[in-house]
Nanobody, 120 residues
Framework: VQLQASGGGLVQAGGSLRLSCAAS????????MGWYRQTPGSQRDLVAI???????NYSNSVKGRFTISMDNAKNTVHLQMNSLKPEDTGVYYC???????????????WGQGTQVTVSS
């Protein structure tokens, strides 16, 4: 299973970016997809996750500004980031919980990370 993320970049505070992540490979079902953020010297923290059933969880710091969505048919997750702040800066990692075949457990997979930099 591979997760390919795109859409990071440099933006001024108040601006917007849209991250996308496509899962590919041997996939039977995806239970959850989402995004985590990591800054130097810090752990990887949840930004937003969404289940295939549509349940969503946001970090308190992004509620009202970020919107996560999932295209189940395309195994893709998007993160629309509006009203960006300098503290949103970090490497954003795509995350997916995937079952690759019948009878096998779901496993977590990570993408390669995409840099988001918000200048003040």
């Amino acid at each position: 299973v591979q997760l390919q993320a795109s859409g990071g970049g440099l933006v001024q505070a108040g601006g917007s970016l849209r991250l996308s992540c496509a899962a590919s490979g041997s996939i039977l079902r995806i239970n959850t997809m989402g995004w985590y953020r990591q800054t130097p010297g810090s752990q990887r923290d949840l930004v937003a996750i969404i289940t295939s059933g549509g349940t969503i969880n946001y970090s308190n710091s992004v509620k009202g500004r970020f919107t996560i969505s999932m295209d189940n048919a395309k195994n893709t997750v998007h993160l629309q980031m509006n009203s960006l702040k300098p503290e949103d800066t970090g490497v954003y990692y795509c995350y997916a919980v995937v079952q690759v075949n019948y009878g096998l457990d779901y496993r977590a997979y990570w993408g390669q990370g995409t840099q988001v930099t918000v200048s003040s």
